[in-house]
Structures are given as C-alpha cells and as structure tokens.
C-alpha cells in the first residue's frame, strides 16, 4: 500500500514521507506528501485537451495522490537513471502534467532543477547553462532538437530525457523511466540550507544570474505566501507564471494549467483565461501587468464577471492604478489585487492591495511620487541605503538613507537568497555581508513614507544623471502617461553620466497613433514644462512598441530604448526564444506535433491519457 492511501500512520513507509522534524533535515517535496494524506482525492494539477466539435474544452487532472505516486514512480526512474542528490538537471518542459510529476521527482532524488526561460534567446540560455555546467537533461523534444543542433552547449551534461517522443536522438524517455513498481520513494535527506534549484534570472538589466535557491527558501517562501495571503487548502489558483505554479501543491491549491503562450502573457486571448476561471470554479490567478491589463479590457467592454475569484495577485514589474482599476470592475465586491513587490532573490518582499492603492497612493503616484509597493511582509526587514554602483562588502548603519529619500532598497529574511552560482562579481554587486547574515541589494531605488510604506522609483542602472540632478524613471514617466494619448513611457539618457541628456520615449494609444506628432510633441513638452521632475525634458521620441522582457511582457528594455534613441545600434537585444539559423525547424515542430498523435513508435509504456495530454506540450 502506498502511504497517501492510509488514512492512519504506517511505520517506517510513513517515516519516509513525513520524517521527523529537524532543524537541518528538510525536502520541499514533504508538502506534497502531506497533501496526498489529508486531501488524497483533492484536483491538484489540470491541464487543459482540446476541444470537442461545440468548441468546449476538455481537462485530464491529477489528484494529490495521483501526483504523489507518479512523482514516486519517476524519482525510482531518475535515481535508477543516475539522476541522484546534487545533480544539476536542466528541466525544459512546457506547463503540463509532466511538469509537476517532474519537478517534484527531481526535488525527492535531491537533484537540483536548473530552470532558464526559454524565450531568452540562445545565445543568453547557453550562457546559463555554461555557468551551471549542468550533468543532464530534461526536454520536449524541441529541446532536444536544440541541443542536436548545438552541441557545444550541453557538452557537460552525460544524462538526457526525453519528455515526449524521442526521434534521432539517444537517451531515455520519460514513459520508459516510470517502473512497475508502486512502491513509495525513499526521499533524499536533503539539507535545509542544501542547493535544491538554481533559477535564472530574466537578465533584463543585464547577464542572466543563477540564483541558488535552498529547500529552506522554497519553504519560508511558501510560509509567508499562506500567511500574507490567507491561502487555505482547497482553493484553485490559475497561475499564468509557470514557475509560481509549483508553489500550488506544496499550499494544497489545485492548479488549473491556462491554455496560453507563457512567454507571451501580453498576447494572450482574454477568453482562453476566463474560461477556465468560470469552468473551474478559480479562486486566485497570478497575472503578470500586461495579461491583466488585455484581460481586464476585455472583460469590462464584454460586461463579464468572475464572481469565484478572491484575489488577483500581479508582479513583475509596476502595476498602473487604472489597469487595477479596470479588472477590479470582474470581481465581487469582496475580493482584492495584490501587487507584491520581489525579484528572483527574493520573492514576496512587499506587498499592497487593490483598495490602498485606488483610494490613497493612485494620486500620489500620478504627481511622481513613484509607485508604492506597500509594506514588508512578516519576518522580512527592507532598508534604503545610499546609491552606490559598485560593491558594498560590509553592512554598516550609516549607509542608511532618511524616510522621504531615494536609496537603493535591500532586503533579508528567510526568504531571501543568499548566493548566485559560482558568479562572485554578481555577489559583490548585490550582497553585502552582515556577520553572519547577508542583505540583498535589489538594484531598485525607492524611498519610505512615514507609515513604513515602500515607493519605487525605478532601477537603479536606469537612473538618468545630468549635470543638474538626477531623474528617477517612474517618477517621471508617471507625468508622461497622464496623458490621454500616451499609452506608457520610457525616460533614457543618452550620453554618459554625470553629463547625460533626458529623452522620454512614448508608446502611443491607437488614438495617439492617429494624432499629429508635432502637435503631440508640443503637448508633451508642455506637459514637461508644467512639472519639478520632467522640466529639464527636452526630447520626445516616439516608438510604436516598446521591448519587454520575455518573462512578464511588462518591463521595459531602457537600455535599448536609449541605444535607439541616441541611433546607436542595437546591442543588448532580445532574441526570439529557440532561434535557430533555418526555418525548416518549425516544420520539423509541425511533424513532431502531428506524429505524436498516433503513439510512441519505439514501444515506450504510455501512461493512460499521457499521449493525448502530450499532443498540447510539443
């Protein structure tokens, strides 16, 4: 019997899954095994099918139970394999059933993921995986239809899996690694302070960094998550951020996977993320700014609402108040967005609700007060200390800037990361040692209030200094996007600092797009004239869309915005995730996709639904 069937303790079995409490020994994947005993027969992961001939979409589901089991039977697959404690392991499957069984079998083998945005382009991903030189491989086959292309990147790694159909390629697959045993997994004895993943940075200012996050980590980060939000288990989350939906297993959560591009949030279609909401029943949704503003306006113009949700949380870059302001109008009176505040490191560090912001800090903001995040959440200390570019290697008090000025914002807590892998430049620039703690430097500038409120004003690498002072980019955008014609905005500087020249970049409404650029310029610069922070503003320039960053879709590459402006050429560019030098690869992806469809041809033991889910994760 395996152990998420018995409703009463079994003696050692039992042990294994729920071991002793330590003050070092701890596994991530504990709280998968707890859930699997107290809510066995609870949805924990859905994953969408297609649609039948009236358009309805069909879902396959796992259980608690269910993904306790195969996340069992696939950690024998991968110890068996030689996929054990300590080995780094690329994981580049698409959100899906596999996923999480994956994700959560690599955690019980004590293996450590290595997880890169694909969108990042590959050149950015071969840089992070020559940093983490990891020993195997975890894909779709597109991903191994990458790796065969260029070799040189993966030339460490000595163990490959394919999540999927293996074509002319070797290695293991996935259905072939799952045993006929049901017996339970002996979890690895991992460490509280021991690596368990190493997640990449978007690298939107810069190189992608490797942070290393502990199974210490992971756990206080799903602690304060429960406590700040309230979460209880039951409820079902639509978690857009793939990432952010492994933390719904280890809360009890269901996850109800949406049918979207995860790369590109701001392009999604508005129905495929409401459908599900209404379908199911979902109760908490993660949305990066771009996906809740384009589902936002188009539920308020369809009349539609989602009275099951009870708080929208949205991050990864500054939420506007009439973006919040337009979902608000799809929920019930009772239910809240949340705008957290965090990075990579450290994630949440502040947060703030929808209520505060429309009805106290929305003024403040659009007089460039900058955008307040909110206070601290329990057991997380925030400090502004004074602008520095380069190292700070020792805490000391006096780099501690007043309430009401801007400084750097750093963070520590439990939840916060203490090192990058094997990059000591990167820990220079953003740790600074306190005895036997560290502080996080964000590279974000913000001041406080006096009711210990946070306001951001920017990046720090993306302030403009010019022999009069120095300007903060949101802040200043903020006097920009109050105008109706303005869409968003961008301040860069062209030159070097301290002699730097101020231009704001405008992406205009489909209404400024049909305005006359002179007169709209005119107006602008008025509109500069008019206020402390933007007076200096001499130049306008218009560009129809922004770059954003591959993960969010929501913040914007000043960097090369000012490299456009100034008619440089461009380069530090986003490349268009899995290029590759010939087209044929798409047609390559057409066949792998259409394939699939009629089984695996080498024999591989198919689990009972998996082939028809694997048609929608090539």
């Known amino acids: 019997m395996h152990p998420s069937d018995s409703p009463t303790p079994v003696k050692k079995k039992a042990d294994r899954d729920n071991p002793a409490p330590s003050a070092n020994r701890l596994n991530i994947a504990d709280r998968l095994q707890t859930m699997a005993r107290k809510i066995p027969y609870q949805r924990a992961v859905v994953a969408p099918l297609e649609r039948d001939r009236l358009g309805r ?12 089991r195969e996340s069992d039977q696939v950690a024998h697959g991968l110890q068996k394999l030689g996929i054990t404690q300590g080995t780094r392991t690329v994981l580049m499957v698409r959100p899906s059933l596999d996923f999480f069984i994956l994700t959560f079998a690599l955690f019980k083998v004590g293996a450590v993921p290595v997880v890169v945005d694909p969108g990042m382009g590959l050149s950015r991903m071969a840089a992070c995986f020559r940093q983490t030189r990891p020993e195997a491989f975890i894909g779709i086959p597109l991903a191994h239809v990458v790796r065969k292309l260029y070799p040189g990147f993966f030339k460490d790694v000595r163990i490959w899996v394919t999540a999927g159909r293996r074509w002319f390629w070797g290695g293991a697959t996935l259905d072939g690694l799952r045993p006929e045993t049901r017996e339970p997994f002996e979890m690895a004895q991992t460490k509280r302070y021991e690596m368990a993943a190493i997640l990449f940075t978007t690298g939107s200012t810069g190189p992608a960094k490797g942070v290393v996050y502990t199974h210490g980590i992971f756990d206080a980060q799903i602690n304060r998550i429960q406590e700040q939000f309230r979460i209880a288990p039951g409820e079902i989350d639509l978690p857009t951020f793939p990432l952010f939906a492994l933390f719904d297993p280890a809360l009890g959560m269901t996850a109800v ?76 009176s009772r239910a809240r967005i949340h705008t957290p505040y965090g990075a990579s490191e450290a994630m949440p560090v502040t947060t703030i609700s929808s209520r505060e912001i429309l009805s106290e800090t929305r003024a403040m903001s659009a007089e460039g007060m900058g955008v307040c995040v909110g206070r601290p959440i329990q057991g997380i200390d925030v400090e502004l200390i004074r602008v520095e570019d380069g190292p700070i290697l020792t805490w000391q008090d006096d780099l501690k800037v007043a309430d009401g000025q801007v400084g750097e914002i750093v963070v520590r807590g439990d939840l916060v990361t203490r090192h990058y892998f094997e990059n000591p430049d990167a820990m220079s620039l953003h740790k600074i040692r306190d005895q036997n703690r560290f502080w996080h430097r964000m590279g974000d500038l913000g001041w406080r209030d006096q009711q210990g409120r946070i306001w951001f004003c920017g990046r720090k690498s993306q302030r403009v200094v010019t022999p009069r002072g120095t300007l903060f980019t949101i802040p200043c955008e903020s006097i920009f996007n109050a105008h109706p014609k303005v869409a968003r905005s961008a301040l860069v500087g062209l030159g070097e600092p301290p002699h730097q020249e101020p231009v704001i970049c405008i992406e205009r409404t489909p209404k400024g797009r049909k305005a006359d650029p002179e007169h709209l310029t005119d107006d602008l610069l008025w509109l500069a004239a008019g206020h402390k922070l933007t007076k200096e503003i001499q130049k306008i320039r218009f560009k129809d869309e922004f770059p954003v960053d591959i993960r969010h879709n929501a913040k914007i590459f000043r960097e090369q915005l000012a490299q456009w402006a100034a008619g440089e050429p461009q380069t530090f560019r986003e490349e268009p995730g899995w290029t590759v030098p010939f087209k044929s690869l798409m047609n390559l992806k057409a066949l792998l996709k259409k394939t699939d469809r009629k089984g695996a041809p080498d024999g591989t033991h198919q689990q009972e639904g998996s082939d028809t889910h694997r048609k929608h994760v090539q």
């Open 257 to 332: 996977i949406p049918d979207m591009d995860p790369t590109q949030p701001g392009k999604v279609n508005p129905h495929r993320i409401i459908e599900p909401i209404i379908n199911h029943g979902v109760t908490n949704m993660f949305a990066s700014p771009a996906l809740l503003k384009r589902v936002g306006a188009y539920g308020k113009a369809q009349g539609i609402k989602l009275p099951s949700l009870k708080r929208v949380v949205s991050a990864g870059a500054p939420v506007s108040p009439d973006n919040i302001e337009q979902f608000t109008a799809l929920l019930n």
């Open 57 to 68: 979409p069909g879902y396959l589901h796992l259980t608690f139970r269910q993904l306790a």
